[in-house]
């Protein structure tokens, strides 16, 4: 995953969104608020001037409108990417960014009602399994796989449509016995993978580099 860039269907789930950095949230959270607080009066001429990026209103831009934006951006393999509430609207923006007094504008009867047309991906290929291995190198292996892992999220949950990962031993499982970790099936070396949606080679090469980084390291040796 470090040496390629991500495959279609993992831009999809993807892209343009990293987790929440005040809550950690895994998913887009949605910002219902009209404008945003200034931290000094220095702070908002800045963003007003353009001379600092930050939010100002929504109707200018929103964190949540943002992740749609960067990911419609790298799903098209452009440098940027505007969303605006209607189609009319974005053909109302294109054509006066554009086209100047007095100018023409040529299109065809098929401009509306087709912005960014994205593949649907249905549940195959093992999508949104749940997957449990146990690695060689026991428990501090299990340990090191996890923070190796690019692609994956480390979450508690299962079934999300972004590919999860966790180590039970030490977190879900961690307040009952070893005898009782054992009893339910955990073991010191088990990991424990919910497969996203994204494209499965990103998947694959994302466990392989993870794998092998932590062999290299000689984990639970």
């Not at 404008?35 to 702070?43: E, G, L, R, T």
Request: avoid cysteine; charge should be negative.
């Amino acid at each position: 995953m470090a040496d390629q860039e991500p495959r279609f269907a993992t831009l999809a789930v993807h892209g343009g969104q990293t987790a929440d950095p005040a809550t950690k949230s895994r998913a887009v959270p949605i910002y219902q608020t009209s404008s945003y607080v200034f931290d000094d009066a220095d702070h908002a001429a800045r963003l007003f001037a353009l001379k600092e990026f930050g939010n100002i209103y929504t109707r200018i831009m929103n964190p949540t409108t943002d992740v749609l934006e960067k990911r419609i951006a790298a799903l098209e393999g452009g440098a940027a990417a505007l969303a605006t509430a209607s189609g009319q609207a974005a053909e109302t923006l294109t054509i006066t960014t554009l086209a100047k007094a007095g100018e023409e504008i040529v299109s065809t009867t098929s401009l509306y009602g087709r912005y960014y047309p994205l593949a649907a991906k249905y549940f195959s290929n093992g999508a949104s399994g749940l997957v449990t291995f146990g690695i060689r190198g026991g428990y501090e292996a299990g340990r090191a796989l996890i923070n190796q892992l690019k692609l994956f999220s480390l979450l508690a949950n299962i079934g999300d449509a972004k590919s999860l990962v966790i180590h039970p031993a030490p977190t879900t499982h961690q307040q009952l016995t070893a005898e009782e970790q054992s009893s339910t099936g955990v073991s010191p070396d088990l990991v424990r993978l919910s497969v996203g949606i994204e494209d499965v080679r990103d998947i694959i090469a994302d466990l392989e580099q993870g794998l092998r980084l932590t062999a290299s390291a000689g984990a639970g040796k």
